[in-house]
């Protein structure tokens, strides 16, 4: 808990902070709450697309609560965005969790 309240205070200085987010985020899916942390996924890839980590998790997220679709559609954002980046390593990781899940 000490971990997200420290996350919390940080972000009462910079709210807008993808970083920061994305690490609340990953706190909150350890504690089982996925509303917030996809919550969180989903404004950091609103706001700042090109912060290519947050599709690989939102869309496991999404694929544990059983939105099968809207995950696919996270991973094909997060693959395109990837790609435009040049982001080889994040390309491959969501290719493959696509794949897993599309095959």
Do not use: C, W
């Amino acid at each position: 808990m000490e971990r997200i309240e420290k996350l919390k205070e940080f972000l009462l200085i910079n709210p807008k902070d993808s970083f920061l987010q994305h690490a609340l985020a990953l706190e909150y899916i350890k504690l089982g709450n996925d509303e917030a942390a996809r919550g969180l996924f989903e404004d950091i890839v609103n706001r700042e697309p090109g912060y290519i980590g947050t599709y690989y998790h939102l869309a496991k997220l999404l694929e544990r609560i059983e939105l099968t679709d809207k995950a696919i559609e996270v991973y094909e954002t997060g693959m395109a965005e990837a790609k435009k980046a040049g982001d080889n390593h994040a390309f491959g990781e969501l290719r493959g969790a696509y794949e897993e899940l599309t095959f």
